[in-house]
């Protein structure tokens, strides 16, 4: 299997699904001629034309109608929303129509539309480029939420993401896109809603969504010097999220520490440890500690964003304290 990078893996998924259903196309911001600011959509335009990938105005409010009333109608749109922060341009046209013009027709409308979008901090893009704001999506019933943190899982789930007949945001991180790994030449998908252990262990569970999965493992290695097995879990879908699997790990170690970059405060991570104490309170030997972001702004500074995102030393904090090293 080639090695193949984040990116290209997208670029690879997205190349294969429009050349297997004429009924896919993509809108959004720069993504035609020049290939996406990010690379994902290169060569599409010369393949597809502009009939099947169109640059759009800055225009957000007007992708995601596009996009909604185009999969109402038949066609399966891939949109891209360049920056995680501007969904609240578009919001109201994500929250009530995408995500309820399904129910509100009962059930007789398919939206089969996918938003890719990027977020994330550590790449000093400031505070209006560079949040994680998936929990808002993950809120609305209605809607599906994905994170891959590889590119074998980023290429399977987007190709999933496209054959499904219900709206599904895609969610990259910007670092992710040094991540390479050995990716599978032509289909193969990933199924949404299944969390996949990157790494086994047995005395403490660490799960991590997105590039958090890369500091977990950093976490994992410098535990392992101290005698420590942890197993790291990665959810991969958030919307509907696999928590048997993330309980079933921690019904093994009897510890966990869930970890994402988004603001702590109300983060996914509070719905895992939630869910994770309910359905496993008696194995348990300690509270589940959860590891995000400070409430404010991401700082545009490289020292004070540095200090702002959590990463492997918060992850081993929480683990020392768990493990009583």
Not at 18 to 25: A, C, I, L, T, W
Not at 81 to 93: K, P, R
Not at 151 to 175: M, S, T, W
Request: contains cysteine; glycine residues 8%; negative net charge.
């Amino acid at each position: 299997m080639p090695d193949t990078g984040y990116l290209e893996a997208i670029n690879q998924a997205l190349h294969e699904e429009m050349e297997r259903d004429k009924n896919v196309f993509m809108a959004g911001i720069d993504i035609a001629e020049r290939g996406d600011v990010f690379g994902a959509t290169q060569g599409i335009y010369s393949k597809y034309g502009k009939a099947r990938i169109m640059d759009t105005p800055i225009a957000e409010n007007g992708i995601i109608g596009l996009a909604i009333g185009s999969a109402a109608r038949g066609l399966r749109p891939v949109v891209t929303i360049m920056f995680m922060d501007f969904i609240g341009v578009c919001f109201d046209q994500i929250l009530n129509q995408m995500a309820k013009m399904k129910y509100m027709y009962g059930g007789k409308v398919k939206l089969p539309l996918v938003v890719l979008t990027n977020a994330g901090a550590g790449t000093s893009s400031a505070a209006q480029h560079s949040q994680s704001l998936e929990v808002l999506l993950c809120h609305i019933p209605g809607l599906k939420v994905v994170m891959p943190s590889s590119p074998y899982d980023a290429k399977g789930l987007l190709k999933a993401a496209i054959r499904e007949d219900n709206p599904v945001f895609f969610v990259q991180h910007k670092r992710l896109g040094r991540i390479r790994e050995e990716v599978p030449e032509g289909d193969y998908e990933v199924p949404i809603g299944k969390a996949k252990i990157v790494r086994e262990g047995k005395d403490i569970t660490i799960v991590a969504t997105s590039f958090m999965v890369h500091e977990a493992l950093a976490a994992a290695d410098r535990l392992k010097e101290r005698g420590i097995e942890a197993e790291v879990v990665d959810p991969r879908t958030l919307v509907p999220m696999d928590i048997d699997t993330l309980v079933e790990s921690v019904k093994k170690t009897h510890r966990v520490v869930v970890a994402h970059e988004a603001v702590r405060f109300c983060g996914i991570g509070a719905e895992i440890a939630s869910q994770i104490t309910e359905r496993a309170f008696d194995y348990l030997d300690g509270p589940p500690l959860r590891i995000g972001a400070p409430s404010s702004p991401v700082p545009y500074s490289p020292a004070l964003e540095k200090e702002w995102v959590p990463g492997v030393d918060e992850i081993m904090e929480a683990a020392n304290t768990l493990v009583g090293a």
